[in-house]
Nanobody, 124 residues
Framework: HVQLVESGGGSVETGGSLKLSCAAS????????LGWFRQAPGKEREGVVV???????SYGDSVKGRFTISRDNAQNTVYLQMNSLEPEDTAMYYC???????????????????WGQGTQVTVS
């Protein structure tokens, strides 16, 4: 039974930082890809970053140089360190999982099978 539980969201001022966590269970990192997405009110869900099972990453253009994804295999947790936050980063942030396949376009939500409940990030 796959479970993804996000935490770490909150309210910060412009320029601040937050670290989100996605606690995962029910599958092995060696076979699956984990991604972070976000969705602001009235907007489509947007790919933030993806971490493939082989450790390769892809970042959305709007977060490159500011956000960093990492993984702690012992804790079965994926992290999203967010620095230099801007009001445009305000959104609900979701963790998602899918089988690793290099043919998939990483930032398409439909190719992900499992989603967490989300954690809200507000930047003012």
């Amino acid at each position: 039974h796959v479970q993804l539980v996000e935490s770490g969201g909150g309210s910060v001022e412009t320029g601040g930082s937050l670290k989100l966590s996605c606690a995962a269970s029910g599958f092995s990192y060696s076979d699956y890809t984990l991604g972070w997405f976000r969705q602001a009110p009235g907007k489509e869900r947007e790919g933030v970053v993806v971490l493939d099972s082989d450790g390769t990453t892809s970042y959305g253009d709007s977060v490159k140089g500011r956000f960093t994804i990492s993984r702690d295999n012992a804790q079965n947790t994926v992290y999203l360190q967010m620095n230099s936050l801007e009001p445009e980063d305000t959104a609900m942030y979701y963790c998602a999982q899918r089988p690793t396949c290099k043919l998939y376009q990483w930032d398409v939500p439909d190719v992900y099978n499992y989603w967490g409940q989300g954690t809200q990030v507000t930047v003012s």
